[in-house]
Every structure is written in C-alpha cells, then in structure tokens.
C-alpha cells in the first residue's frame, strides 16, 4: 500500500486496489507518467530555459543566433500578440551582439553588470519568443517545444544536465509566486514574459512509481521537455525510471556528442508532444500501458489512445481543451476504457490537495 499522504481518499483507496490487482500478473506491463506538472509541480524544462538566458549561458555567436531565430517562424510574420517576429530578432540579435564578446570569453557576471538594460530587455525578449511560438497559428508547440531546448545546444548531454539540476536547485529555492520580465520598447514594442516560481516533488507520484516498479511494472516517463533535463529530474528525485525509459525532446549531436540546434526528424524520433506520446509508446514501450499519468492537452492521447490502459491518473488544473474529454470521463460521462481518476492540487503551494475535484 502506498502513504495516504495527501491523496483525496477515493483517489488512495482506487490506487490501492489497482496496484492490489497486478500482484502475480504476467508482463510485460508498463507504465507511462507525464513529467512537468505531474510528476512535479511546475516545469523543469522551463526553469532550465528561465535559468539558461538569465545567465546568458547561450553558445551562439550574433549570426548565428539570427540564423536560428528566423528558421523557426519561418515564411510567419507576426505573432499573435501582433509582434513583429523580424523586427524582435532585430532586437534580439542587437542585445545579443553587445555582451556577446563578454559571454564568449567566459564573462557572463560582468557581462550582466556592464549591459543591465540590454540583459533585461534580452532574457524578456527571449522568454517572449516562446509564447509568441506556442500561440501563433502555424507554429505552435511544434516549433515552441523544441525552441526551449534548441535555443541551450552547443552543450554535451552531461552539460544539459547539469544545467537542469542547477534549474532544480534555483527553482526549489524560490517563494511560490508570479513573477514577470518586460523588456522596453525598441524596432519591437515592449513584451513580457510571465511566469510562476517554485518547485516541487509530488511525493505521492513518486510513492506510485515506486510501487508499480516494485509490482513488476516497467516505469516509463514521455515528456514534452528535453530529455536531458526530465532525465536529470529523474536522477534527482529518485523516481524509479532508468535513463533509457525517459523519452522527450531530443538533440542531434556531433562527432564529439556535442548537441545541435535541430531535433531528429519526426518521423525517426516523434515529438513527444499529443500524438507524438502515443506514437512513442507505440514504437518504445514492450506493451500498451496499463497506467497512465498526465495534467493537460499535450497528454491527452498517452491518456486515451490505449484501450488497455485500467487506469488514468489526471492532476486537475482545470485546462481547457482537449483534456476536458478526459476530465468528463473522470465524472462518469465518455466512453473511454477504464478507470479515470482526477487528482486536485494545491495551486498556491503546489502538491496535491487531498479534495474531491
């Protein structure tokens, strides 16, 4: 039996008995677990990214940032907070170009001190950029996702890593809160990234996977993140996943192992992002998953495209989408196989709430 910990009961007393249900059974069987949001509270591949360009830990020389900025919007011109996609990589490649010299040789600190107004209005113009992707027709997740992990190559896999453990060390540290970066107006207006703080394990997952790994179930974690930084998460945490089972975001890399702005082909390696999960349990995982776990749309098809999955472990948020299908399923409405379970959180203080969503 896992802790009660702060399951809602009915959730603990489903849990319980499924994980009852697969003492002697024969396997293969598996278990697929979403990372950021529902192993963890907040987003380990975001606090990697936050931490990345507020440090100024890029490894691009100005011309070669420009090279990347303008193939990820491609033939789009704005964005759907109507910005200028060319004239914010004007500004970008400007702010870029002035501490460049300084971050080249090592200096990143005094490149901070000596330029504070351009590394402000940089790391806002940067953090920007995703949400302008993510939400612009055309582009989406697709190019957002990858633009996160993209944006940090140059590094080895051990580098990207560290970078993480460093992001989950910061963000652990920090007060719960809603925090935000607005750049000043220049060729681009003025935009903000916002975002909220903090960090945490939910230990109750962790309590899970354990237990479904001591069941004999194989522990598999499919993120939309970089698969380097869900992997140094896993290290961290103890969650009982080996380093081949967790499956997200990737690089290509050099003769040297050193990581490239550029993602596998899709075909060859799916992005791990809605039918991109699925996809991957498909041609990775031994069996279908007979558990599964996740918190929002990108998951939603790793939720339903198994109809061997017994159960369904949703951390409610309250999205919006196509997770409501699920949701719906949850409150006894749908046709999905079966059993779905919403979990609440505490949104203030992140880890679950033991209440009745």
């Not at 005094?110 to 107004?117: E, F, L, Q």
């Not at 702005?261 to 791990?272: A, G, M, N, Q, Y």
């Not at 749309?297 to 989408?321: H, I, K, Q």
């Amino acid at each position: 039996m896992i802790p009660q910990r702060r399951w809602s009961p009915d959730n603990h007393a489903a849990v319980t008995s499924f994980l009852d249900s697969l003492q002697g059974r024969a396997g293969p069987l598996t278990a697929a677990f979403d990372w950021d949001e529902t192993c963890i509270f907040r987003c380990l591949g975001t606090a990697s990214f936050r931490l990345a360009i507020d440090r100024l830990e890029l490894r691009f020389s100005p011309d070669a940032l420009a090279e990347l900025l303008r193939g990820w919007s491609g033939d789009v011109a704005v964005s759907a907070q109507g910005v200028s996609f060319e004239a914010l990589y004007d500004d970008i490649v400007e702010d870029w170009s002035a501490v460049w010299p300084m971050v080249r040789d090592g200096r990143h600190d005094d490149a901070r001190a000596a330029h504070p107004v351009t590394w402000r209005d940089l790391r806002a113009r940067l953090g920007f950029l995703y949400d302008a992707y993510e939400f612009t027709e055309g582009l989406g997740p697709p190019v957002a996702y990858p633009y996160l992990v993209e944006l940090l190559a140059g590094r080895t896999e051990a580098e990207l890593e560290d970078l993480a453990r460093r992001a989950w060390a910061m963000a652990c540290a920090e007060v719960p809160e809603d925090r935000a970066w607005t750049s000043q107006a220049g060729r681009s207006p003025a935009v903000t990234w916002a975002w909220t703080s903090g960090m945490k394990l939910n230990v109750e997952m962790l309590d899970l996977a354990r237990a479904l790994d001591a069941a004999g179930v194989q522990v598999w974690v499919i993120t939309a993140s970089g698969e380097a930084f869900i992997r140094a998460g896993v290290q961290i945490t103890g969650f009982p996943a080996p380093m081949e089972r967790v499956v997200g975001i990737r690089l290509q890399r050099d003769a040297s192992g050193v990581t490239l702005p550029k993602c596998p082909p899709f075909d060859t390696h799916p992005l791990t992002w809605r039918a991109g999960k699925a996809e991957t349990i498909r041609r990775l995982l031994p069996a279908p998953p007979v558990f599964t776990a996740g918190d929002t749309n990108t998951d939603v098809e790793m939720l339903t495209a198994f109809p061997e999955t017994e159960l369904r472990l949703v951390v409610y948020r309250g999205s919006r989408g196509a997770i409501e299908r699920v949701y719906a399923h949850a409150r006894g409405e749908g046709t999905l196989s079966g059993r779905t379970l919403l979990q609440g959180r505490d949104e203030v203080q992140g880890g679950f709430a033991p209440r009745v969503v």
